[in-house]
């Protein structure tokens, strides 16, 4: 029965040209134009070390330890270009990180170095020095110290690879406009009765949509690795399985919200209007326009910018490109599951305490 | 023993009762008509009947005292507004809502196969019913209520707007459903269909039930009115002691008069003409016209309730 009701969505859902215009070219379109209009963002920053800046913090260092301070140091300015600049004030130092302001803040104690970076915020170029920084510090006295031997490999990060990931996640959250659309149609053409005095009932109804949603999100992301690989020559890296994961996820969550709304809504253009806007404010949010960096830059938006799933989504992606399956990931991850069931369970909240007053299109002109 | 027995049955949307303490039982086999104006409450009443809006009060319950949402799947449901996906063919319309009921295979191809034959849509099985005429989508609206065999058919109007080929092939799909025996519940404002299928009639309008009963029951009571109509030549004679006079004999339902025109309602069979034609030469009055109409679906309720009809809307 369930193959069935795949199977009819399916088709009701393709024979609209549009709805196959939007899932095929819509990724493309996104990555493109993003890529290449925006691309002048990212360069400047990303993966550069210009005006990279760490902090240090002097507490009971002894002359030895700051000797060796010296020593790392000019090796990494040297390599890299970033500047070394003391601070006086540990706290603020650690707020100035957290905003961006500087790669990290290295603590200098007796016992040795201390590097504070921001979990969330840390840039790639923040990266490569903390891991220059850590290796050198570790190694050998005795020995010369060289960084000859050590490998920058952490990939650079250009508008085409970041656009890659985060257009195919703004693209991925407006097809819940489809899905919602595709809901409200079952109430506008009065199958919805039909189907719910049938054995599927709603619950059914809802699951095909669902997958079906599931199904296009797929397609799409498919389209955009297919595109990214072949035209733009992004590598999708080695993490291929688990960032193919967190797209899955993220269609789940806008498949769910898209059929809940398209199931609450009183009329199409609420229905439609709704989901648009939510997906503009997510994408615009979640760096999808602006790329993250910048936004997190920016006094209030720096915290707001955290509500937004495709935040979550793209840190992780970010991540993930570069090999690194990290917290971010895992946050990610709940996030989006979270958010689904929780999205779920209002619905199932209201149809239920409502008496389905919000279900029923018969019902919905009385409310 | 009774199909489907409702009690009672209230519903309002908000301030506006559209089922007022209405009930109703249908038994096994019967056609039953449900004959009231626009906006009487069928629709409302048969929403009810399948759960698919909450009501206020009363009770609905189906064969051996089950509740819609345990015998739903006895219950073939065609809507008054079309419920088919214009995307999809025929074909496949009715597989997917036949499938709906745990149908697959052979024996949903076989089904499928059979609803559309049943319609007459088996030439067009294949083309989109978005492009179907309305009697065709009308057709196929019936036909996804009824693949599943079920035991009770409710229709809604299932003729609203339709050429007259399609109605009557409806009507025959109706009778020979009945046939093959299922219940049917019927809902309509047009007095000869239901004259043409139903065993059983309700005749409800304000969401309450005015007359019930079968066919003959309710004929009697009111379709054997027939209506009178003549129109006499202006200023000769007395037409109000001619009024005055008719409207004593004991058999005359009512009387209406305009000018020089009078509307005379009496039983059929009876030989009133006689005694009318008498009165009007008494009164001096001459005739220039005389006929006699069938009633509408107005002067049933008329004579059923005592009361105009209101406005249609
Ligand atoms: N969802 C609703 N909200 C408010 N009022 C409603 C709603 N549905 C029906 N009504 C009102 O309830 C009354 C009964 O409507 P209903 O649709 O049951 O009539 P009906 O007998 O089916 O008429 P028709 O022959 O036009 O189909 C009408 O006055 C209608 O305006
Ligand atoms: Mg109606």
């Known amino acids: 029965m369930f193959r069935l009701l795949l199977k009819k969505e399916l088709k009701v859902f393709f024979t609209n040209k549009g709805n196959l215009a939007f899932i095929l070219f819509l990724p493309i379109l996104m990555i493109s134009i993003f890529s290449v209009a925006l691309g002048n963002y990212i ?61 990290g803040v290295i603590r200098i104690t007796e016992e040795g170095f201390d590097y504070f970076r921001s979990t969330f915020n840390e840039p790639e170029g923040g990266e490569l020095v903390r ?63 039909r189907i719910k005095l049938s054995k599927a009932g709603i619950g059914g109804m809802m699951a095909s949509k669902i997958l079906t949603g599931i199904c296009c999100g797929i397609v799409q992301v ?30 789940l969550f806008s498949a769910v919200f898209g059929s809940v709304i398209g199931m609450i809504s009183k009329n199409k253009s609420m229905c439609q209007s709704s989901v648009l806007m939510f997906s503009m404010l997510c994408g615009y949010m979640g760096g999808s326009i602006t790329p993250l960096y910048l936004l997190e830059n920016m006094p209030v938006l720096t915290t707001i910018i955290k509500i937004s799933p495709l935040y979550w989504t793209n840190q992780a992606l970010t991540s993930l490109y570069n090999g690194i399956v990290d917290e971010k990931t895992l946050y990610c991850i709940c996030i989006l599951i979270g958010l689904s069931v929780l999205v779920s369970l209002v619905f199932m909240l209201i149809t239920t305490a409502g008496k389905k007053k919000f279900v029923s299109r018969k019902e919905a002109a009385s409310v | 023993m009774d199909i489907l027995s409702i009690q009672n049955l209230k519903k309002s949307f908000k301030d506006m009762v559209a089922v007022d303490g209405l009930s109703l039982s249908i038994g096994e086999k019967e056609v039953h008509g449900i004959l009231g104006p626009n906006g009487a409450g069928k629709s409302t009443t048969i929403n009810c009947i399948l759960g698919l809006l909450e009501y206020d009060s009363g009770t609905v319950s189906f064969e051996d005292g089950k509740s819609s949402k345990k015998w739903s799947k006895n219950i073939g449901y065609v809507p008054q507004d079309l419920a088919i996906y214009p995307e999809l063919t025929p074909t496949e319309n009715i597989q997917f809502f036949c499938s709906l009921y745990g149908f697959k295979g052979e024996e949903l191809k076989n089904r499928t196969q059979r609803a559309l034959e049943f319609v007459g849509l088996t030439e067009v099985k294949d083309k989109k019913a978005g492009e179907f005429s309305g009697g065709m989508k009308r057709r196929l609206n019936m036909a996804c209520g009824i693949a599943h065999s079920p035991k009770l058919i409710i229709m809604d109007e299932p003729t609203v707007g339709i050429d007259p080929q399609s109605r009557n092939r409806i009507l025959e799909n109706v009778r020979a459903l009945n046939e093959a025996g299922a219940t049917i519940l019927y809902t309509t404002h047009y007095m000869p269909e239901i004259e043409e299928i139903c065993n059983k009639i309700t005749v409800i309008d304000h969401g309450k039930v005015i007359a019930t009963g079968t066919k003959s029951d309710i004929m009697s009571r009111m379709g054997k009115d027939t209506e009178l ?52 030469i008494k009164n001096q009055l001459s005739i220039q016209n005389i006929k006699n109409q069938e009633p509408s679906l107005e002067e049933i309720f008329l004579s059923l309730t005592g009361k105009e009809l209101r406005d249609q809307k």
């Open chain 1, 43 to 103: 360069k400047a920053d990303y993966g550069t070390f210009e005006e990279g800046k760490v902090l240090y913090y002097e507490e009971d260092a002894s002359a030895e330890i700051m000797n060796r301070f010296w020593i790392i140091t000019d090796k990494i300015a040297d390599a890299t270009g970033v500047t070394f600049e003391q601070t006086d004030d540990y706290e603020k130092a650690q707020e100035a990180v957290e905003a961006s302001k500087a790669y």
């Open chain 1, 131 to 193: 891991t220059l920084f850590v290796q050198l510090a570790n190694a050998n006295i005795s020995q010369p110290m060289s960084i000859q031997n050590i490998k920058l490999d952490a990939k650079q990060l250009d508008s085409k690879i970041y656009y890659t990931f985060s257009a195919l996640a703004f693209s991925i959250m407006f097809m819940g406009v489809l899905i919602a659309n595709s809901v409200y149609n079952e109430k506008e053409l009065d199958t919805i009765e």
């Open chain 1, 222 to 251: 498919i389209v955009a690795f297919a595109f990214s690989n072949l035209i733009l020559g992004v590598n999708w890296g080695n993490k291929l399985i688990w960032i193919v994961m967190v797209f899955i996820l993220l269609i």
């Open chain 2, 229 to 280: 109509l003549i129109e006499f030549s202006e200023g000769k004679g007395n037409i109000d002691q001619f009024v005055h006079q008719v409207s004593e004999f004991s058999d005359v339902h009512h009387i209406e008069q305009e000018k020089w025109i009078c509307k005379i309602r009496h039983p059929k069979n009876i030989v009133m003409i006689d005694k009318i034609i008498e009165l009007t």
